[in-house]
């Protein structure tokens, strides 16, 4: 004889009932779930908005030759005053994209209280045959910092490419005395020397802005479980208890 409630017994009044509540009650903790993950989503966005409208300040009050670059420079707009040295001490940095498109970046030392500071002038499709002429004299521009890369430089001295802006790389091939110890990526097309501006990348933002709004998101998720878990539980039980 088979014990086992049929399909009928799943669908009596009181059970329905108790569909029903379990039905609202997910459905209600899964939105409130969602809705949290997305403001924890917002703030991560607030946060980036709110770091690129961060307004130029001159180089010299952030940072300085001798100062380790920390989070405090990283991403920080500033105005650079200095004088470019000569074009041929100029070099390609491969594997850079712009638009979607594979490319390399022109990266040029620039002379900034005694110390050579990498800067990015522009993006082009492909190294050129020649490097493009450099600012003459002292020039002011604007760039946003960013810290040395990590990866494996790649360093080619005969055409004058490289595959990161690694700084102990740069400080050994290129002999300064002094650099500085992360690098610029200028925003401003007058000192690309015809190129493309070059993209900056997205900042980094810290899983913790809005952290609250990701914890409550993933404690509706846990609610709406244990729900689910209770329903079946109680209708089970209601189920087997009727038909003892």
Same mark, same amino acid.
């Given at each position: 004889?088979?014990?086992?409630?049929?399909?009928?017994?799943?669908?009596?009044?009181?059970?329905?009932?108790?569909?029903?509540?379990?039905?609202?009650?997910?459905?209600?903790?899964?939105?409130?779930?969602?809705?949290?993950?997305?403001?924890?989503?917002? %703030?991560?966005?607030?946060?980036?908005?709110?770091?690129?409208?961060?307004?130029?300040?001159?180089?010299?009050?952030?940072?300085?030759?001798?100062?380790?670059?920390?989070?405090?420079?990283?991403?920080?707009?500033?105005?650079?005053?200095?004088?470019?040295?000569?074009?041929?001490?100029?070099?390609?940095?491969?594997?850079?994209?712009?638009?979607?498109?594979?490319?390399?970046?022109?990266?040029?030392?620039?002379?900034?209280?005694?110390?050579?500071?990498?800067?990015?002038?522009?993006?082009?499709?492909?190294?050129?045959?020649?490097?493009?002429?450099?600012?003459?004299?002292?020039?002011?521009?604007?760039?946003?910092?960013?810290?040395?890369?990590?990866?494996?430089?790649?360093?080619?001295?005969?055409?004058?490419?490289?595959?990161?802006? %690694?700084?102990?790389?740069?400080?050994?091939?290129?002999?300064?005395?002094?650099?500085?110890?992360?690098?610029?990526?200028?925003?401003?097309?007058?000192?690309?020397?015809?190129?493309?501006?070059?993209?900056?990348?997205?900042?980094?933002?810290?899983?913790?802005?809005?952290? %609250?709004?990701?914890?409550?998101?993933?404690?509706?998720?846990?609610?709406?479980?244990?729900?689910?878990?209770?329903?079946?539980?109680?209708?089970?039980?209601?189920?087997?208890?009727?038909? %003892?």
């Amino acid at each position: 004889m088979n014990d086992r409630p049929g399909v009928g017994a799943w669908f009596r009044p009181a059970v329905l009932g108790l569909h029903l509540f379990a039905i609202a009650a997910i459905g209600f903790c899964l939105f409130m779930g969602t809705w949290q993950l997305g403001a924890y989503d917002q %703030r991560q966005e607030d946060e980036r908005a709110e770091q690129g409208s961060t307004g130029a300040v001159a180089l010299e009050s952030v940072w300085s030759p001798t100062d380790i670059f920390t989070t405090d420079q990283d991403q920080r707009p500033v105005t650079v005053t200095g004088t470019f040295r000569p074009a041929e001490e100029q070099l390609w940095v491969t594997g850079r994209e712009h638009d979607g498109e594979d490319g390399v970046w022109l990266l040029a030392p620039v002379t900034v209280d005694d110390a050579q500071l990498m800067v990015v002038r522009g993006w082009a499709p492909r190294p050129a045959a020649t490097f493009p002429e450099v600012p003459a004299g002292e020039v002011s521009f604007e760039a946003v910092l960013q810290p040395g890369e990590e990866s494996a430089a790649g360093w080619d001295a005969t055409a004058r490419t490289i595959g990161s802006v %690694r700084i102990p790389t740069l400080l050994n091939e290129l002999g300064y005395a002094d650099l500085w110890s992360g690098f610029a990526i200028s925003t401003d097309a007058a000192v690309a020397g015809g190129l493309e501006v070059a993209d900056v990348p997205e900042s980094d933002v810290s899983w913790t802005a809005g952290g %609250r709004n990701l914890g409550y998101g993933l404690q509706w998720w846990v609610f709406a479980a244990f729900a689910l878990f209770m329903w079946w539980r109680m209708a089970r039980e209601m189920v087997l208890g009727r038909d %003892r």
